[in-house]
């Protein structure tokens, strides 16, 4: 065991109260200028926001060891993860104060490998519909070329969040 990797996070319930009291894209704002930490998601992950705005949502990831699978590439669920974030985030960005979702499928096409030479891949995540009670998205992993490396498709449920306790 000659690798190692040491992250920590924030408490998650912060987030959770943010999000409560913000529009959709001013949470996502926040988060990604900093003023609000990251979920652990993504210190786990090491992916970060890097842009938002209404119905679009871009994270990026530079591949490393840690995100490989048994046969030396980028695992799947790397893929998924950053797919599904961009796409679920595109989707925040459009609620109004007082609404959330949760992804209800994620439908992922791999198309190409991922390494540590393949360099930063960025998931670009938008709206396809959206209806009072549910949301379609897609989202597109690209190299550094913008070449299509996976592509998804999210289903999400809206719903209004319940006020704070007390």
């Known amino acids: 065991?000659?690798?190692?990797?040491?992250?920590?996070?924030?408490?998650?319930?912060?987030?959770?109260?943010?999000?409560r009291r913000m529009t959709g894209l001013?949470?996502?704002?926040?988060?990604?200028?900093g003023r609000l930490p990251a979920p652990p998601v993504n210190y786990a992950v090491d992916f970060t926001l890097t842009e938002v705005e209404h119905g679009r949502a871009v994270f990026s990831l530079t591949p490393g060891e840690e995100h490989y699978n048994p046969i030396g590439s980028v695992h799947g669920g790397i893929f998924a993860t950053l797919?599904?974030?961009?796409a679920g985030c595109a989707?925040?960005?459009?609620?109004?104060?007082?609404?959330?979702?949760?992804?209800?499928?994620?439908?992922?096409?791999?198309?190409?490998?991922?390494?540590?030479?393949?360099?930063?891949?960025?998931?670009?995540?938008?709206i396809v519909n959206k209806s009072r009670q549910t949301a379609?998205?897609?989202?597109q992993l690209v190299d550094?070329?913008?070449?299509?490396?996976?592509?998804?498709?999210?289903?999400?449920?809206?719903?209004?969040?319940?006020?704070p306790q007390g």
């Open 1 to 19: 065991m000659g690798r190692t990797r040491t992250y920590q996070w924030e408490d998650p319930a912060i987030l959770a109260e943010a999000a």
């Open 26 to 33: 001013d949470f996502l704002r926040e988060l990604q200028a």
């Open 83 to 86: 797919l599904d974030s961009a």
């Open 91 to 126: 989707v925040q960005s459009t609620l109004p104060q007082g609404m959330a979702y949760t992804s209800l499928d994620l439908t992922v096409k791999f198309l190409r490998r991922i390494t540590v030479d393949t360099g930063v891949v960025r998931a670009v995540g938008t």
């Open 136 to 139: 379609l998205a897609q989202a």
């Open 144 to 163: 550094a070329k913008d070449r299509l490396l996976a592509h998804a498709t999210s289903s999400c449920l809206l719903f209004p969040v319940p006020p």
